[in-house]
Every structure is written in C-alpha cells, then in structure tokens.
C-alpha cells in the first residue's frame, strides 16, 4: 500500500516475498478475523488503546475469553477446501469433487468431502453386513437395510 511505504525501513532484515506463503497468508486472515469479530463489551480493545496496554489491561480470566472468543471466530484457509469439496460432491457427486480437487484416489476426496448428511453416520449392528443402524446426533433411529457395497 502507497501509506505503508513511508513506514518501511532500508534494511530492515526482512525479505519482501512476491507472494503469501502459507503462514502469512494464515497470518492475514488472522488479522482480518480480529478486526471484523471485535471481542463483545469489555474484552474490547478501547479507542486509542494499544494492543499492549489492552492486553495489560485485562484480568487472566477476561484474557482466556479473548482467546476463546478469538477461537470461535476464526477460519483457516483450509475450511474453505472442505467447504468446496462438501458442495461438490454434494450437487455432482464424489468423482466430480475428486477431479476438481486433483486427487488421484477417492479415499483422499472422502477425507475432504464430507457426507450429505455430516451428523449422521452408518453403525454396523450385528445382524449382518448388508443390516446397519442409523444414528442421528447419538440417537438410534432405526435400521435401514443396504445392498451389498452401499454406505461403505
């Protein structure tokens, strides 16, 4: 940015990269987490108030909400491959989310694609291999019956 360049200092020791590599890319979302997800009330950064003094002016305990907080609204980079993948295979199936992804194998496509249904999995009761229980959320809704080599 042209205001930023003022700020720089000749030979600060620092390369300038052509591009983000992956931790300051990381980093910039960080950044960009922060400032659109304030803190609520108190934990708050105030106007004119450095980041160290805030920091300072907080109890231990205000200090791990903050932290919390900041867990709770933050994304990585990667979550937006998985939510990629999700639609993908979702609207056009698992080979379709397999080739846009460029993964040679399926299984590799599976681990970032989830299921339509992500909170609900297959448990193997033990009537037989074609038999298995749905649960939803932990709760026993029922079997449904499989043809040989569906749900696997």
């Not at 620092?14 to 992956?22: G, P, Q, S």
């Not at 937006?80 to 496509?109: N, P, S, W």
């Given at each position: ?123 193997r009761s033990g009537s037989g291999a074609d ?12 079997t449904a019956k499989l043809s040989p080599g569906?749900?696997?």
């Amino acid at each position: 940015m042209v205001r930023n360049v003022a700020k720089r200092v000749a030979g600060s020791g620092r390369r300038l990269a052509e591009r983000y590599d992956r931790g300051s890319y990381g980093l910039a979302i960080d950044r960009a987490c922060d400032k659109a997800f304030l803190p609520p009330g108190e934990l708050a950064q105030r106007a004119g108030e450095t980041r160290k003094a805030w920091w300072g002016r907080l109890t231990p305990a205000q200090r791990s909400e903050v932290t919390a907080w900041r867990t709770a609204h933050r994304w990585h980079p990667n979550q937006l491959r998985h939510t990629f993948a999700t639609r993908v295979r979702k609207q056009h199936g698992l080979e379709a989310a397999q080739v846009l992804l460029g993964h040679a194998r399926a299984d590799v496509t599976q681990v970032y694609a989830e299921r339509n249904s992500p909170r609900r999995s297959w448990r193997r009761s033990g009537s037989g291999a074609d038999s298995r229980r749905l649960w939803v959320s932990g709760v026993h809704r029922g079997t449904a019956k499989l043809s040989p080599g569906e749900g696997d």
